[in-house]
């Protein structure tokens, strides 16, 4: 129903903590405000981390959406 | 035989409580240096405030004997700052291995058993000389109070705040308490409004799960120590390699093996029921060759500092020890340094 479409997508899948937290906040650094990041991850701890850490940040959290068995994605709307 | 069902059965306690509430060390000490996150970390000292208070009173009233560390200069230091730097290449501290081996974590296998490997090794064969050197620098205690601190023939304990204040160890454990909750209190947490568990929540149940622990292993299992990861990685691969060869006696499972037992099934379980478990593999081949590294230096490290982020920070630390207060601080700066080196510098767009 609510397609978003994200700017650019970035896969985490695999990786564990702070990986995908660290190459987020790299690739939020590189993007303007406006635009929407795609977080691809099945870290548990990473779906809690990312939207808090991204927060802080100024930007904001969309969404976070289970997408199969522990992989989520995380949707992010730079500020 | 009943202690290592005990052991197993705190693992499980303490696998559930790590594996819900996210509970890693590793990221508790970068996080405050490298986005100043201290939501963890709070965790991790509220646990330690409490559980000096229980533990005291529970050596008071009898029901345990308390055990602080030998105090070995070289060992804390070398073996703090290794153990730091290990555990963020191998992705996770001890007990953050462990449990990620629950949730199918292949890297923490690898790392989990090279730590084991590791830390056995740097006891034995040719390392042996170089463990008996240094032990020459160890400071011990001489038991201040038998009816509240270990005491026996081969049993050495090593200085506690109190010991070498020279006060009594309930005014001492009771500011060191009031110091760290003016901490936990008075400054800024890190909100983290998605967690399972809320930093004071992981902080009660590290808590109640140190205490039976050591209530447990000092009653049934002649251990007088609370939570504890690494021995019992030694444990279970000693009782696992040594009957394979059949040339030496293999040790039976102990209660500290069945700890490290008891959280990997505690966090299969968890993740099993609430659907976080899969098997995972990272996208590139060079973090098994990470966790490799990692898991050595960080094996070698606890081994000479002669206890982890479990066994010195989380247990140690409520022991008032020195010993582990000192390991405490080396494992931060070795876990700094080497985010340092493999993450940069820290943020400066990220407010606390």
Redesign the interface.
């Known amino acids: 129903m609510d397609e978003i479409k994200p700017t650019k997508t970035i ?1 985490e ?6 990986v995908p ?2 190459d987020t ?1 790299r690739a939020l650094g590189k993007m303007k405000p406006g635009e929407i990041l795609e977080v691809l991850i ?4 990473s ?3 990312i ?3 991204v927060e ?3 930007h904001e959290v969309l969404k ?1 959406e289970e997408t199969g ?3 989520w994605r995380i949707l992010i709307l730079v500020k | 035989m009943i202690g290592p069902l005990l052991g197993i059965l705190c693992g499980i306690i303490l696998g559930v409580i790590l594996q819900r509430g996210r509970v890693c060390f590793n990221s508790a000490f970068r996080d405050l240096y490298l986005v100043k996150d201290n939501f963890m970390f709070k965790a991790g000292l509220l646990a330690i405030a409490l559980t000096a208070i229980g533990f005291l009173a529970m050596a008071q009233f009898g029901l345990i004997k308390l055990a602080p560390s030998v105090l070995n200069w070289g060992g804390v230091i070398v073996g703090g700052l290794l153990f730091g730097m290990g555990i963020v290449l191998a992705g996770g501290c001890a007990s953050g291995m462990s449990y990620r081996i629950g949730e199918g974590n292949t890297t923490s296998i690898v790392a989990g058993l090279v730590y084991g490997l590791s830390a056995w090794a740097s006891g034995s064969g040719a390392l042996k000389p170089l463990k008996a050197w240094a032990a020459n620098l160890s400071v011990t205690m001489q038991n201040p109070d038998p009816a509240i601190y270990n005491t026996g023939e081969k049993v050495s304990i090593g200085p506690t705040l109190s010991s070498i204040l020279n006060m009594n160890p309930w005014v001492v454990t009771l500011v060191f308490a009031a110091i760290i909750f003016a901490y936990l209190f008075l400054t800024k947490t890190t909100k983290r409004e998605g967690a399972n568990m809320q930093w004071w929540v992981i902080g009660i149940a590290l808590t109640l799960v140190n205490m039976l622990t050591y209530y447990l292993s000092a009653t049934f299992a002649k251990r007088q120590y609370g939570l504890g990861i690494t021995a019992g990685w030694t444990n279970i691969l000693q009782t696992w390699t040594l009957s394979q060869n059949g040339t030496e006696t293999a040790p039976s499972l102990n209660f500290a093996g069945g700890i490290v037992v008891g959280v990997i099934l505690g966090a299969l379980v968890a993740a099993l029921v609430k659907g976080e478990f899969k098997w995972r593999t990272p996208r590139e081949g060079k973090y098994y060759a990470y966790a490799v590294l990692g898991g050595i230096m960080a094996g070698f490290g606890a081994n000479f500092a002669a206890g982890c982020n479990i066994g010195h920070f989380l247990t140690g630390s409520s022991l008032l020890s020195v010993a582990s207060l000192v390991a405490s601080i080396f494992f931060i700066l070795g876990n700094w340094i080497m985010s340092r080196i493999m993450f940069g510098a820290p943020d400066r767009d990220i407010k606390a």
């Open positions: 896969n899948c695999g990786e564990v903590c702070p937290d660290v906040k099945d870290y548990p701890l779906k809690e981390r939207p808090a850490t802080r940040m100024g976070v068995p522990s992989e």
